[in-house]
């Protein structure tokens, strides 16, 4: 094994870098003498495509969720600002399949970086509509019999 002291080594080139995004590749910091560059993190790590790096746990800023990918879960796990498939579930910083009980889906266009995107997130209350109950999903109308409660955001029978 390569020693490279604070550099990151590249095993598969034998090389030496500060810097793994210029080799397409993410930064694993695995303690003293084992830092190296990865094209998939090591099993318990997840890729953070805004800093390059191996982390633990998805970032959070003061404005931005970064959500745990449904796709390649177990073989390339991959922190993304929005799911590709499933539903954004905050609690957990993940992509889920299915919003748990008491909680609604809803789609809402987000703006990051002046790029604007449809989100889908499990919630537990509904900010622009109604909690339909029998669908699980935050609804503009209330299916026949229920009426919408304004207090309670809720489809009430």
Known sequence: MQTCGSLFAIPVM???????????????NGGQNNKKC??????????????????????VSSSIYYYLLLENRLTDPTCA?????????????????????????????????????????CVQRCSAAYGDNLTESCVNNCPTPAFADPTTNLCVN
């Open 81 to 121: 600002n929005k799911c590709t498939s499933g539903y954004e579930f905050k609690n957990l910083n993940e992509c889920i399949e299915r919003c748990p009980g008491g909680y609604y889906t809803q789609s809402l266009s987000v703006t990051i970086n002046s790029v604007t995107s449809m989100h889908n997130q």
């Open 38 to 59: 990865v094209s998939v993190c090591p099993q318990g790590y997840m890729k953070d495509p805004t800093t390059r790096n191996c982390v633990v746990v998805c970032p």
């Open 14 to 28: 034998m090389k030496c870098t500060s810097n793994c995004w210029n080799f397409n590749m993410y930064h694993y």
